[in-house]
């Protein structure tokens, strides 16, 4: 294939793969075969369509004939990458058309060449159709999840964070127990977060600093009985084991997540125990943990920067029943910590109905210490304000 073909190609079938096969976009991108240039470019078309593919599908309807759930799938993601291209991407303009073209005849569309091609064109000579006003419709998001920022935060701070979740996002570490960060890293917001221009060195755990401020929120001690619910796929547990806990038992409820979490804390010396069980029925008697994290399953809204396709695939009513599941575990938590103890809600979203909402009427508090929004009930962190994923954090008890 001749020269920026191959990175299309890619692009087009990651995009095919996420949309379709339910893949997530920060995995498929790492295994990228291709020159570190390609990869990189491959990397910034499929978030850049993935972040905008309402608005390219809108783009691509208003231009074609043909109406989009009838384009063969594969072509389509072909003129999708192609649009980002040319609405959001860097490409000289004549290269844009010629690429999408050359990608098409690659994956066996050659009688469809014309078509890209004017298409391409088309937008390229004319622009969007209809360019969208309206902050949802403008980066491709929910409108029932742009209305609940709003009303919680107000119309500019609504604006400012789905400004930043657009936008990618840098990668972050921590340094494990013992070791020094490097000449030249960066600290990021919260205390023991990194940033490194030359990459992630050597005895670095890759980590977004707001799941480590989720850590640093229950303030474990030596020796403390602790247990993390939810804890697959272990980056907080290996944060919390590197507190030197008495005992730390990281709890999830699926298998297949716990057997990949097992075998990548124990390759980083976590001596602790993986449980199998349901976070709404502890196996723990009342009252036997001094410390306890619900790192509950949430939409994940907080993370757009790096997966942007959880805005394809979460509902209300997926959110309405992730809020009761959420409530459930973080009352069965407090069950089992004892009286003095700590119990730390986090989710990596920021809806209502899954943060101050879940909290409400259990005297919390937001951690201290720690940058962020301070709200009723915790602390909001997020892309605009910390530069990090969205994230609540909320103290119970203690």
Known sequence: MKRGVPARVVAAGLVGRVVRGGAWSNLVVRDVDLPPQDARLVRHLVYGTLRNLARLDGAISGLSHRPVPTMDPVLLDVLRVAFHEVLFGRAAAHAVAYTAVESARALGYGRAARFVNALVRNLQRNGEPEPPSGVAERFSLPRWFVDDLVSAWGEDSARSFVEASHEDAPVTFRMQRGVLPPPGAVAASVPGAFVHLDGVPPGAVVQDPASLAA?????????ERVLEVGAAP?????????????LLVALDVHERRIRRARRRTVRSGFEGRWVRADGRRLPFRTASLDKVLVDAPCTGLGTLRR????????????????????????????????PGGRVVYAVCTVTSAETTEVVSGLRARPPEDLPGLRLEGGLLMAPHLTETDGMFISVVGD
Do not use: F, N
């Not at 850590?215 to 020796?223: C, E, H, I, K, R």
């Not at 272990?234 to 008495?246: M, N």
């Not at 979460?314 to 069950?335: G, I, N, S, Y």
């Open 307 to 338: 997966r942007p396709e959880i805005r394809l695939r979460v509902t209300e009513p997926e959110r309405d029943r992730l809020a009761a599941l959420q409530r459930r575990m973080l009352h069965e938590a407090l069950r089992v910590v004892r």
């Open 215 to 223: 850590v640093q929120a229950l303030s474990v001690s030596p020796g």
């Open 234 to 246: 272990g980056g907080k547990t290996l944060a919390l084991w590197d507190r030197d806990p008495g």
